[in-house]
């Protein structure tokens, strides 16, 4: 039976090889209740363009994307705000495998 020590130590290695893979934002989706008014002011600002409208969802072009979605109940406080984060570096290695 393997000790304490080593368990916490290649557990530790585990979650440091999981952790270690390289993230980039894909998009970044705000909750707000006029997803086509936003839309204006963000192409303006950043000087991009409507990639597609949905209706209660905005798609706007750029990288990372920007997505705007209708919420049908008012928020009281800061809107929410999403970041889908993709990997970069390809699948996830055990412990051990060749780097």
């Known amino acids: 039976m393997k000790s304490a ?24 989706t705000i909750d707000c209740s006029e997803p086509q008014s936003l839309a204006r002011f963000w192409t303006a600002a950043l000087g991009t363009m409507v990639a597609g409208d949905y209706g209660e969802f905005v798609l706007l072009a750029g990288t990372p994307a920007l997505g ?17 984060c993709i990997p970069t570096t390809g699948r996830p290695r055990s412990p051990g495998s060749p780097h």
Do not use: D, F, H
């Not at 008012?74 to 999403?82: L, M, T, V, Y």
């Open 5 to 28: 020590a080593y368990r916490a130590a290649r557990l530790s290695v585990l979650l440091v090889t999981v952790c270690a893979m390289a993230l980039s934002i894909g998009m970044v």
């Open 68 to 84: 705007l979605q209708k919420v049908s109940e008012p928020r009281a406080g800061k809107n929410g705000c999403i970041w889908t």
